[in-house]
């Protein structure tokens, strides 16, 4: 039987709930996942269905905003393991729907911290951990420009800019950068974002996780 400890390191940032939940659940079997969050609760959670599933995580409950809780966290995978194999980047602030002249100043600094800043320094953080050989992944929402979503989908679309970037920067020498599109999922953003949705008809966030895995190679 594998060591667990043997096995590969997935860092997951936004993994206490939805896709980022899901996406470190369907790694387990296969990795050991790093599971970051500011939901102390949420990783809990997340840490018990790994561990009823025959798997082990490590819980990092920090704010991704924290630059020196960032580069401590990668510091310590450093000293631990030595290198990561896969960073997978869900944790994202979805501000509440506003018109552009009614955003709030605070969301719009949050989402600014979270979506844009938060990604410009865990990249060059993380980017010696994946070496050469590594694989990130991102994940697209394309809201810029529709109504209502200034605040998220200004800040989102910077993000995949970013990520956009640095894929093609390191297209010809690694790490590998994927920027993955999910379908519309039954997650709680998302209920907040379009309310009376009929939830039927969306994907279930451990179904997504599965395929885009999947599409990793």
Same mark, same amino acid.
């Given at each position: 039987?594998?060591?667990l400890?043997?096995?590969?390191?997935?860092?997951?940032?936004?993994?206490?709930?939805?896709?980022?939940?899901?996406?470190? =659940?369907?790694?387990?079997?296969?990795?050991?996942? !790093?599971? !970051?969050?500011?939901?102390?609760?949420?990783?809990?959670?997340?840490?018990?269905?790994?561990?009823?599933?025959?798997?082990?995580?490590?819980?990092?409950?920090?704010?991704? +905003?924290?630059?020196?809780a960032? $580069?401590?966290?990668?510091?310590?995978i450093?000293?631990r393991?030595?290198?990561?194999?896969?960073?997978?980047?869900?944790? !994202?602030?979805?501000?509440?729907?506003?018109?552009?002249?009614?955003?709030?100043? /605070?969301?719009?600094?949050?989402?600014?911290? +979270?979506?844009?800043?938060?990604?410009?320094?865990?990249?060059?953080?993380? $980017?010696?951990?994946?070496?050469? =050989?590594?694989?990130?992944?991102?994940?697209?929402?394309?809201?810029?420009?529709?109504k209502?979503?200034?605040?998220?989908?200004?800040?989102?679309?910077?993000?995949? $800019?970013?990520?956009?970037?640095?894929?093609?920067?390191?297209?010809?020498?690694?790490?590998r950068?994927?920027?993955?599109?999910?379908?519309?999922?039954? +997650?709680?953003? /998302?209920?907040?974002?379009?309310?009376?949705?009929?939830?039927?008809t969306?994907?279930?966030? /451990?179904?997504?996780?599965?395929?885009?895995?999947?599409?990793?190679?």
């Amino acid at each position: 039987m594998t060591d667990l400890h043997d096995f590969p390191i997935a860092l997951v940032t936004g993994a206490s709930r939805g896709l980022g939940a899901a996406m470190a =659940e369907a790694l387990a079997p296969t990795h050991h996942v !790093v599971a !970051v969050a500011r939901t102390v609760g949420g990783l809990e959670e997340l840490d018990d269905r790994i561990r009823a599933a025959g798997g082990q995580a490590t819980l990092a409950p920090m704010d991704i +905003t924290t630059r020196d809780a960032m $580069a401590q966290l990668c510091r310590s995978i450093h000293d631990r393991w030595g290198q990561l194999a896969l960073w997978i980047h869900t944790a !994202v602030h979805a501000a509440p729907l506003s018109p552009a002249d009614h955003v709030d100043a /605070r969301d719009l600094e949050r989402s600014i911290a +979270t979506n844009v800043s938060a990604t410009g320094i865990l990249i060059p953080y993380v $980017a010696p951990l994946l070496g050469l =050989e590594g694989q990130a992944v991102f994940l697209d929402d394309p809201r810029a420009g529709e109504k209502f979503f200034g605040a998220y989908g200004a800040t989102k679309a910077a993000q995949i $800019a970013l990520a956009r970037s640095w894929q093609a920067e390191t297209a010809r020498t690694g790490p590998r950068v994927h920027i993955l599109a999910p379908a519309p999922m039954a +997650t709680a953003t /998302r209920a907040r974002f379009f309310p009376g949705e009929d939830r039927e008809t969306l994907a279930h966030p /451990r179904d997504e996780a599965a395929r885009l895995l999947a599409s990793l190679g």
